[in-house]
């Protein structure tokens, strides 16, 4: 199904509630009432393009908008990617982690699994916002720059000074696998548990691990796919339009 | 279950190597690719069993860095956009070549990596790979278990490879606690 930029929006949301995850990184409020995509987009000063290519992904999954998606205006990505890294922690994260908490109090838990499961799951926390912490602070900022010194909209010299020796290759160095844990958590709910009374509850933590590792998936190939692509390719052009001067 | 990488341009002809790819039920997950760009994260990341590359991809990185990326064991496909000649190697894939054709070459190519699964696959632990857990449990890296035990880095590490594979877990601290509810360690011994 194509999605067109004439469609409702909240016909949009229908054809695949999986879209609502772009809707709220974008920070779209709901109450969309007849209006279209183009006019929802319009109204919150958002790029109707970078929105179209990530719901049209969300919606046939074989098909990443990849090129698009790169030659597009790097600071819609890093505005997305913010807003997830945002959900992640204020949401997502501690949600299981009271789950987790929760399984402590069950009486069927095998001595000590509950807690050996929040102590893995709160090293995990501690890796993920250390690591969202130097995209934060470092990567996207210094994407933004690369974007604005293209643009004119900062000096080269300024440029040059604040980062003289930082490359996107750095930020690689450290770029750890962050669905890795979330993974193997699940392996062991999953495979290596005796499997605990109180289903309902152990389910949801599982759909809610799953959850977390899929976008997290997502959240990586866009990071490493589109991001770190994008940012090798306006060095490049940083590089040849100061050799050109 | 086989996991493929498919890197190709062409919307058309992924649509239909997926469908030829998706009638085998040995077939897990497929990770498609439209460029060159990003090769090398993703199949440091996903170690694709099957690596399915258009030439123009291959050609576009000619310095074929991520060529040494490749995980241990995966196959290559290429997928050649111009007719083949005869008797060309069994890994060409030709735009031009008929289902039939195509699903043959792609049936052999999983066979091969099926017959290689097999051969690892069994899983409960050997009482070696247990007692590497154990140690790499203890936080001990591959070097200090390998001159521990008096065998190579190499070994400790196809070692652990199995117990990632038996266990899917990768993270030490993930083994970590698989080593403590198993009873291969005891709580008090880490710190």
Not at chain 2, 11 to 18: A, D, M, S
Request: glycine residues 4%; negative net charge.
């Amino acid at each position: 199904m194509r999605i067109h930029a004439d469609m409702k929006m909240a016909d949009l949301v229908h054809l695949n509630f999986e879209v609502l995850a772009v809707v709220q990184r974008l920070q779209i409020p709901f109450g969309f009432k007849d209006k279209t995509i183009s006019d929802v987009c319009r109204e919150h000063n958002i790029n109707v393009d970078f929105f179209l290519q990530l719901v049209q992904w969300f919606n046939e999954r074989e098909n990443f908008p990849q090129e698009q998606l790169i030659q597009g205006d790097a600071q819609w990505l890093v505005r997305y990617l913010h807003h997830t890294h945002q959900c992640y922690l204020n949401y997502q994260i501690p949600r299981i982690e009271k789950e987790i908490e929760f399984l402590e109090q069950l009486p069927d838990m095998p001595d000590h699994s509950a807690r050996l499961m929040l102590e893995f799951f709160r090293e995990y926390i501690r890796e993920f916002t250390e690591h969202i912490e130097d995209e934060e602070n470092t990567t996207f900022p210094y994407i933004l720059a690369l974007g604005n010194t293209l643009s004119g909209n900062m000096d080269l010299e300024t440029f040059r000074k604040r980062y003289k020796t930082y490359t996107i290759d750095k930020y690689l160095e450290h770029h750890s696998d962050l669905e890795e844990k979330v993974f193997d958590l699940q392996s062991i709910l999953l495979r290596h548990l005796p499997p605990p009374s109180s289903n309902c509850h152990f389910t949801n933590l599982l759909l809610e691990i799953s959850r977390l590792g899929n976008d997290l998936k997502d959240h990586t190939l866009l990071e490493e796919n589109v991001l770190i692509p994008k940012a090798r390719q306006m060095e490049l052009e940083l590089n040849q339009g100061s050799t050109n001067q | 279950m086989v996991s493929v990488l498919l890197a190709e341009q062409s919307y058309l002809l992924r649509k239909g190597l997926i469908h030829i790819l998706r009638q085998f039920p040995e077939v897990g997950e497929i990770e498609i690719l439209g460029s060159q760009l990003g090769i090398g994260e993703v199949l440091q990341h996903f170690e694709p069993d099957l690596l399915i590359v258009n030439s123009a991809i291959t050609a576009a990185s000619p310095d074929k860095k991520w060529d040494s990326l490749l995980p241990e064991g995966c196959r290559l496909l290429h997928i050649i956009n111009t007719g083949l000649p005869q008797g060309a190697p069994e890994n060409q894939l030709s735009i031009y070549d008929s289902k039939v054709a195509l699903t043959d070459k792609i049936s052999k190519a999983l066979k091969t990596i099926s017959a290689d699964k097999a051969q690892e696959e069994s899983e409960e632990l050997t009482p070696r790979e247990k007692l590497i857990l154990q140690h790499v449990a203890l936080g001990k890296t591959n070097k200090e278990i390998a001159a521990d035990l008096f065998i190579s880095t190499h070994t400790v590490i196809s070692h652990r490879k199995n117990i990632t594979r038996k266990l899917d877990i990768k993270s030490v601290s993930g083994l970590t606690v698989y080593a403590i509810l198993n009873g291969i360690i005891n709580m008090e011994d880490i710190s």
